[in-house]
C-alpha cells in the first residue's frame, strides 16, 4: 500500500489539494443555488417560493465566505444574498402565506 494521500501522489500538495476541494465545492453550490433560483421561478407555492429563496440567501452567504472566489465576486454573492433575504422577508410578510401546518389541522379538525 501507498502511505502517501492520493493528492500527493497526484502531484498537488495537501494545501493545493485542499484548494482544488474547497473551488470544486464552491462551484457545486454556486451550481445547486443557480437551481435553486429556477426552482423559485417555477413555482407558483407561497411558502415553497419562501423556503427557496431562503435557502438561496444562505447559500449565496455561504458563497461569500469563501476565499476561491475573487473579492469583486465575493461582493456580487453578498449584494446577492440581500436581495433574496429581502425577497424572502416579503414573501413572508405577505396575507398569503402559510399560517400552520399538519399539526394545527389536526387540532383544528
Not at 36 to 54: C, G, S
Not at 86 to 106: M, N, V
Amino acid at each position: 500500500m501507498n502511505p502517501q494521500p492520493a493528492a500527493t501522489v497526484a502531484g498537488l500538495s495537501d494545501d493545493g489539494a485542499d484548494q482544488l476541494a474547497l473551488s470544486r465545492a464552491c462551484a457545486a453550490l454556486w451550481m445547486a443555488t443557480l437551481s435553486l433560483m429556477t426552482a423559485f421561478m417555477q413555482n407558483p407555492a407561497p411558502a415553497h417560493r419562501y423556503l427557496i429563496a431562503r435557502k438561496i440567501a444562505r447559500n449565496l452567504g455561504t458563497l461569500r465566505e469563501q476565499d476561491c472566489f475573487t473579492r469583486e465576486c465575493r461582493m456580487i454573492f453578498n449584494n446577492l444574498s440581500q436581495r433574496w433575504t429581502a425577497k424572502a422577508d416579503q414573501l413572508a410578510s405577505q396575507e398569503d402565506r402559510p399560517r400552520g401546518g399538519i399539526g394545527l389541522r389536526a387540532v383544528n379538525a
